[in-house]
């Protein structure tokens, strides 16, 4: 298989010559090709908003084709070319909104890490996809980027929070609030001697 042919198909939007690759090579050898710079696919897609391509290829509402390429997906999601720039970069880059938001979502459905390590995935310029859309002044896919990174953080936060009271709690170590106010010292001694017992 000549995987230039391959990238150049996606670049164009061919959907009958993308299809007959798939149908010969299969979908693990075309989501696998590069070009000479490591471009994927997916980074010909996103770049050139061929959206209909993109969900022709990766069947999202289909949960048993999810799971049977999830790692193949995760793999080439995550993939970055030779600027270190993900296809998320590039669908961000041009502004293409519903191309960003689906990767978003299929990192996302892919579960684990997916989804926190495609948001927050910087390239060589030390840009993020959300940096790269506020570069390009596609403020309506930085408000959408930036929404969802920070909802990975906080969950990411709730998440440590949790393990650190779980943790407390498997210690044995007294977990209750303390509500301190101004000359307290007398109630800090106290509460402190009964966690110390």
Partial sequence: MDQEEVIFAARLNEREELEDFIN???LDAVL????ERSNSILHMLSANNH???LKAVIKFEDD??????SSLLENTLLHQNESKSTALHWASTNGNKEVAIFLCDLSKKLKGEVEHKLTFSTNQSGQSAASEAERGGHDDLVVELLARMDA?????QKQENEKEESQ???NGEDTEDVVLKVGDTNEITNKVDEINL
């Fill in 24 to 26: 010969e090579y299969g």
């Fill in 168 to 170: 407390g709690d498997a």
């Fill in 152 to 156: 990975l953080d906080n969950g990411t």
């Fill in 51 to 53: 959206y209909e391509l």
């Fill in 32 to 35: 696998n090709a590069r070009d």
């Fill in 64 to 69: 048993a084709f999810i799971e049977k390429y």
